[in-house]
């Protein structure tokens, strides 16, 4: 029990500091106060979870002894994400045409709206006007795609024979330390965001939103109990299961606790590492799952589309609602590594299709995105970590796991002799 408690001690304090937010923001109401407790916490690790991103991605491209493995681990992780946010939408789409998650008569009438530019929207996800514009929590996706590129720009100098690439993996290394330092801190920042959340929007449980909010937390927790060990068991083959459940609810609880993908990199790290994930995959496939991986924001994105559609008399099986879900996922893709960056989403899909209702339209969907934005991230940045899984399938063969557990039982075995 000892050793239980102490290898598993900040995963219980993070979920005391939640609990005790909760309790404390439903009962008092001055709650508010406390969120700079929160704040203070996010906001320290995301002056070191940036630039760790581009390092992290840059070095492990950099060190990569093959520019061809580099470049096939990129892809599998592409693709992993893809299949993995279809599948979350398609059951979340299933499931509110059975249960639909806005029963009442149709409120208002839709405007009509002018299409949006598929050139600027590429070009505002994906690249910044200027250098430093990519160092900030709002540049995450451009900021990996540099530190691929700087990465393979290193490739073709040496790779890991270069110092330029030994310098990327020393500061890496540094910043993984020091957020380890700061991480001491977060129960105490969980205690004071859930306590403030709560204060906020626990009144809007019991409102006209709790249909769509209760129906998200209730397959949020679904997905993640029956359709993660699916991944799993592809990805790791026998035993995966076991291995993720053992190490799954710590980046559960940091990205429930968070709503931040980016924040939740460094413990995701810590528990691929402790699986036996190669670091290779891990370094490239988390910070890019924190921007890429949106199974939970594809659901919500079908949540909102559900809603506004049947609020507004519109049919849900139209060609448009279809467009409003990848315009809102895609959205999200560039705004995921930020607390209620959502936002973003709900303001260009409601601006797409109810511009004459903008004023109404926009506050219902951020309700609901902000309510549902905890299970959503933590369906997004769990699953970065299971998605290492099925990348490491394709990229170190179906035994990866086998192999893993075979040399930490040969080093526990050991252990004692040593000593």
């Known amino acids: 029990m000892k050793k ?38 996010i906001n320290m690790m995301f002056c070191v979870v940036v630039p760790m991103v581009f390092f992290s991605i840059s070095s492990s491209i950099a060190n990569m002894r093959s ?24 059951i979340m789409y299933v499931l509110v045409r059975f249960i639909p998650v806005y029963t009442g008569e149709p409120a208002f009438e839709p405007g009509a709206s002018e299409p949006m530019s598929a050139g600027a929207m590429i070009v505002g996800f994906f690249t910044k006007p200027d250098f430093p514009d990519l160092w900030s929590r709002r540049s995450i996706l451009q900021l990996i795609i540099a530190g691929i590129f700087f990465g393979f720009g290193v ?9 330029v690439a030994k310098l990327l993996e020393e500061i890496t290394n540094v910043l993984m330390k020091v957020i380890k330092i700061i991480s001491y801190y ?59 459940f053992s190490h799954l609810f710590r980046p559960a609880a940091v990205a429930f606790g968070t709503c931040s993908s980016v924040a939740t990199i460094p413990t995701n790290m810590e528990v691929s590492e402790d699986t036996g994930i190669s670091k290779d995959v891990t370094d490239i496939v988390l910070p890019m799952g924190a921007t890429m991986n949106m199974d939970g924001s594809g659901m919500s994105a ?45 303001l260009v899909l409601c601006s797409l299709f109810f511009p004459e209702q903008l004023a109404i339209a926009f506050p219902i969907a951020q ?6 934005d905890p299970p959503a991230t933590m369906v997004n940045a769990a699953g970065d970590y299971v998605a290492s899984y099925i990348v490491s399938r394709f990229n170190d063969g179906k035994d990866w796991l086998q192999k893993a557990l075979a040399k ?4 526990a075995a050991e252990a004692p002799s040593e000593e």
């Open 4 to 41: 239980f408690l102490k290898n598993n001690w900040f995963f219980f304090s993070m979920i005391v500091g939640i609990v005790l937010g909760i309790v404390v923001g439903f009962v008092w109401d001055g709650a508010g106060a406390l969120e700079p407790l929160g704040t203070l916490f």
């Open 67 to 90: 520019a061809k493995r580099a470049g096939k681990l990129m892809g599998t992780t592409v693709v992993t994400f893809m299949c993995t946010t279809i599948i979350a939408s398609v």
């Open 155 to 163: 490739q073709m100098c040496g790779g890991p024979e270069t110092k």
């Open 186 to 244: 977060a129960p105490i920042g969980f205690f004071g965001f859930f306590a403030a959340l709560v204060a906020a929007h626990g009144a809007d449980f019991v409102s006209s939103y709790a249909r769509a909010i209760i129906l998200y937390y209730v397959v949020s927790f679904l997905y993640m109990f029956l359709i993660f060990p699916l991944y799993a068991r592809f990805g790791g083959g026998k035993g995966a299961v076991k291995v993720m």
């Open 302 to 346: 079908i949540i909102k589309v559900a809603f506004l559609f049947g609020m507004f008399g519109m049919n849900f099986n139209s060609g448009d609602a279809l467009l409003a879900i990848v315009v809102a996922t895609v959205s999200s893709v560039a705004m995921s590594g930020i607390p209620g960056g959502g936002g973003t989403g709900e």
């Open 367 to 372: 309700a609901i995105g902000d309510l549902v």
């Open 408 to 411: 930490k039982s040969a080093q």
